[in-house]
Structure formats: structure tokens, C-alpha cells
């Protein structure tokens, strides 16, 4: 472990034992397609939104959260909970090949809920680790870590063969009611409460798909998303928690999502059997974005062709973009199409395409850009932040919940300017100070732990003379316990329209 992380959450743990300070509890909740400009769409429709002008008053706005490319709902659910880019996790689509195994899989059947699709690699130590997982498996201090998620993409897969704490299988038919009094029980459990929840609900994205991003009815949803926050306030304000302090006043809140929404008609359909023999490939995914596996030998032919429709992308695997961050991995294969804004992929005219709204496009596009939104103890009020990346978001909860994060892609700097006062400048005390008291911790600890080994072997020689008194008063011996981790793990999940 770095020192300053051992520094940073050894007091924080200190601060909680001795000065009663209540430990950091923290929600997130991903609104599936939720794009960045639907609050402001809303109001301009002359839409009331109290709860959603709650959070941004008393919390965090960032101007837009960017999504990893490609802008699907299983790879950047897995984004967000591991800070790592498609790449690195190895979720590259909602449907995909990996060539080792010789299988594809589309990861809201039976079997995408098999680890193998899901733990990216056979090493614990770069491979992802959710963040729920980080959760159980950190040290336990002052408290003990639980977490509780409810159908986020991955929570049903065991990771190295652990679930967290609570979990459920996906049921697209649960009310977000539903969803949410279970949360705020496992929150206000006496017994075995939680200290991070996760909760995952389907729209707007199903609204978008059906109906286009421009609809009344996308209106409609983001007035029942926010009485759905209403009323989530009004649970946790019911609880007063473990603590002190209403579960209201102590439980921080995220409010993001997995990507945003374009528009789309039948007449923007690339056919790609008008154009070339698709029995010379197979391509993995869905519209608009796909894997292309050439047979062999027709990897150029292939590219050739494809590269001349037009409103189509293609780029040879190597040749994709590093912004991207969509090129190393196994399961990117040899070619991959991207279709331009707003329009459709198919492989012949037996597919139809009755959507109105869709996602996948490059990552770069304001229609794909989602929301995020925080408030709570540990963030800024009233604040507007600049865009921030979906790969930070995990560094930012292990910050939230002083732990040590697992091997990531994410960076804490470019996120934590949107946090409250530092726990550093919250006490008014600055790095030196904290090691000082931290060192003072340490020689307590051994003086202590010498003096009453003194004493112990006093005792066992017999000896009982008067003048021989310790004077222990003011000398406390801590432990603090704060021991960096291995194990990581990995789970699944989805949603009607991924």
C-alpha cells in the first residue's frame, strides 16, 4: 500500500473510533440511457423537476459524464463499477466471440452469466475487480464492510467464486419502488447493514429506443425518474440509520449512467448484403457497432469492400483509434464497423430495424454523452463540474469509502475536485501533520506492547516490589490494520434493450 493511502484512511479510521465519526455510506443509481441534456429537455417542455434540482443544488452537475467506446449498456456498466476500459475488463459488447474459446455469447442469456465472460483474465491482480467487490474484500476497520446491488449488468456472476453481500437476479418487471425499499432496508439493517449500494433500472432507455430521444414520452419518464428520487428521499429520511444522523443526511449519492441516445428511421439502414457477400464473415454485437471476423485469407477483400459503403466506419484492428481505448483485447476482432450517427447496421433484409433511438456510436458524440449527478456529505454543493470519465467513477468510490482501489484505469485527479473539503483540509491538517500523528500512533504501539511484556514477565518471576510501578497514563497503542489486498472478483446483469 502507498503511504499516503495508508496515512489518508488510517485516520479516517482513528477519526471514526475516537471521535464518533459515522462511517461513509454511498448509493449509486445508473437511470439506463439517461443522456446528459434530458434534465434541461424536460424543463424546457415546461417540466417540474424538484428532485433532480435538489441534487444539482445541493450537490454536483458535471456538464456530461463520456462513456467508454463502444457506448453499450454491458461494457460500460462494467466501466463504471471497475474503472477499467472495455479493453482491459473484457466485456467489448453486449454480444461478442472470444477466439480462445471458439464460443460467442450475448451476455443477457443463461450462459453470459458464466464467470468465464466476465473476470477477463486468470490474474486476481490486473484483471477487474467490481466495486462492490473492493468493498467486501478491504480490511475491516471500525466497521464492517457489505455491499448491496440490485441488477446492476454483472452483479449475478460470480466473481472468483464470490457474490456480494446482497444481490438479485434480473427481473425487468420489479418496480423501481420495489427496487429502492429494498435498498433502504439493507441500508438500515440493524443487524448486517451495508455500506455501498448499487441499484440499476431500465429506463429511459427502453422509452428511448421505442420512442426516439425527442419524444413527449422521454418527457413522461424523466418526471417519473425524478418522484421515483422523491421518493427514495423520503425512504431514506424515514431511517436513522446506525448513527447519529438520518440515513438522509449521511448517505452519499450518484446518479449516472451507462450511455446516452441518438436518433434514428428506416430510411438510415446500411443493408451490408446489397454491397458484399456476408457469408465471408461473421460479425458479432448489434446495431450499430460490430466485431467482423473475416474467413481466412479474405481479411482484405473484406476491409475493402466494407470501407467503400458509405455512412459505414471500418477500421482494421490495429488501426483503431487509441482514444478509442478498443484495440487489446482478444475479443476486438480483425475489422470493426461503426456506423455514423443515426443510422443502422444490418446484415441482410430480413433484419428490420423499428427503432426510434439507439446507442453504440463513437463515444465522442454529445448524443452519447450521459448524466452524473452527486450529492451528499462528500461532495461539493452547488457545484458545476466539467466533463468527467466514466473510468474514474470507481477510484471516486473507494476515495468516498477509504479504500484502496484495485488496478484500474481510472485517475482519482480527475474526478476529485468535485468532492467536499478534502479529509486532509476537513481537520485542518496537512500531510505532515498526519504523518506525525500517525508516527506518534506507532511508538505508542511498541512502547506499549514493551511495557506490558515488562510487566507480564515481572509477574511470572514473582516480583512484586513497590518501587517497580509503570506509569502507563496517556499512552494508547493502535493498530491500524490498513493491509493492501489480492483477491478481486466479478458478477453480471441487463437490460431489456442493451
Same mark, same amino acid.
Given at each position: ?197 448499487? /441499484?440499476? !433500472? @431500465? ?5 428511448? *429506443?421505442? &420512442? ?5 414520452? %422521454?418527457? +413522461? ?79 482484405? /477483400?473484406? !476491409? @475493402? ?5 458509405? *455512412?459505414? &466506419? ?5 488501426? %483503431?483509434? +487509441? ?176
Amino acid at each position: 500500500m502507498k503511504l499516503h493511502y495508508l496515512i489518508y484512511f488510517t485516520l479516517a479510521h482513528l477519526l471514526q473510533i475516537y471521535a464518533h465519526i459515522e462511517y461513509p455510506l454511498l448509493l449509486m443509481i445508473s437511470f439506463d440511457g439517461f443522456r446528459h441534456d434530458y434534465i434541461e429537455m424536460a424543463k424546457r417542455a415546461g417540466k417540474h423537476l424538484p428532485n433532480f434540482d435538489r441534487i444539482i443544488s445541493e450537490g454536483v452537475k458535471a456538464d456530461y459524464m463520456k462513456d467508454a467506446m463502444i457506448t453499450k449498456t454491458f461494457p460500460n456498466h462494467y466501466s463504471i463499477v471497475t474503472g477499467m476500459y472495455e479493453e482491459s475488463h473484457g466485456v467489448v459488447h453486449n454480444a461478442m466471440y472470444d477466439p480462445v474459446y471458439g464460443q460467442s455469447v450475448e451476455l443477457w442469456t443463461p450462459e453470459g452469466h458464466t464467470e468465464k465472460w466476465w473476470n477477463g483474465t486468470t490474474d486476481r491482480k490486473t484483471g477487474p475487480e467490481p466495486i462492490w467487490m473492493t468493498n467486501e474484500l478491504a480490511p475491516e476497520e471500525s466497521f464492517t464492510r457489505r455491499s448491496g446491488v440490485y441488477f446492476w449488468p454483472g452483479s449475478d456472476v460470480p466473481h472468483y467464486g464470490q457474490y456480494p453481500h446482497h444481490w438479485k437476479p434480473y427481473n425487468k418487471s420489479t418496480p423501481l419502488h420495489t427496487r429502492i425499499d429494498s435498498m433502504v432496508e439493507w441500508f438500515s439493517s440493524e443487524e448486517k447493514p451495508i455500506n455501498l449500494g448499487l /441499484l440499476y !433500472y @431500465e429506463e429511459p432507455d427502453r422509452t428511448g *429506443h421505442h &420512442h426516439g430521444p425527442d419524444s413527449p414520452e %422521454i418527457l +413522461d419518464v424523466i418526471v417519473e425518474l425524478d418522484n421515483a428520487l422523491g421518493y427514495l428521499f423520503n425512504k431514506l429520511d424515514e431511517h436513522p440509520g446506525n448513527g447519529h444522523h438520518r440515513l438522509g443526511d449521511r448517505v452519499n449519492l450518484i446518479v449516472t449512467s451507462d450511455h446516452g441516445m441518438a436518433g434514428v428511421s428506416e430510411e438510415r439502414v446500411i443493408t451490408l448484403s446489397k454491397h458484399i457477400n456476408t457469408t465471408q464473415f461473421g460479425m458479432f454485437g448489434s446495431s450499430p457497432v460490430f466485431n467482423v471476423e473475416p474467413l481466412p485469407g479474405k481479411e482484405d /477483400l473484406v !476491409y @475493402e469492400i466494407l470501407s467503400n459503403i458509405s *455512412h459505414l &466506419h471500418v477500421y482494421h484492428k490495429e488501426d %483503431i483509434p +487509441d482514444d478509442f481505448h478498443y484495440k487489446n483485447n482478444r475479443r476486438i476482432l480483425k475489422i470493426l464497423i461503426v456506423a455514423e450517427e443515426g443510422w443502422s447496421i444490418v446484415k441482410d433484409a430480413t433484419e428490420n430495424m423499428t427503432l426510434y433511438g439507439n446507442h453504440g456510436y463513437n463515444n465522442s458524440l454529445d448524443s452519447m454523452h450521459s448524466i452524473f449527478l452527486a450529492r451528499g456529505p462528500a461532495f461539493r454543493s452547488g457545484f458545476r463540474s466539467p466533463p468527467l470519465s466514466i473510468v474514474d467513477i470507481y477510484s471516486l468510490i473507494c476515495d468516498i469509502l477509504y479504500m484502496v482501489p484495485h488496478h484500474n484505469d481510472g485517475k482519482l485527479e480527475r474526478i476529485q475536485h468535485i468532492l467536499a473539503t478534502h479529509l486532509f483540509e476537513h481537520f485542518k491538517l496537512n500531510v505532515t501533520v498526519f504523518t506525525y500523528i500517525i508516527a506518534f500512533s506507532l511508538c505508542a504501539l511498541v512502547a506499549g506492547v514493551l511495557s506490558c511484556r515488562a510487566c507480564c514477565c515481572q509477574q511470572k518471576r514473582g516480583y512484586r516490589k513497590s518501587t517497580l510501578h509503570i506509569e502507563m497514563n496517556g499512552v494508547h497503542g493502535i493498530r491500524t490494520g490498513a493491509t493492501s489486498h489480492l483477491l478481486q472478483s466479478d458478477s453480471s446483469e441487463e437490460d431489456e434493450i442493451p
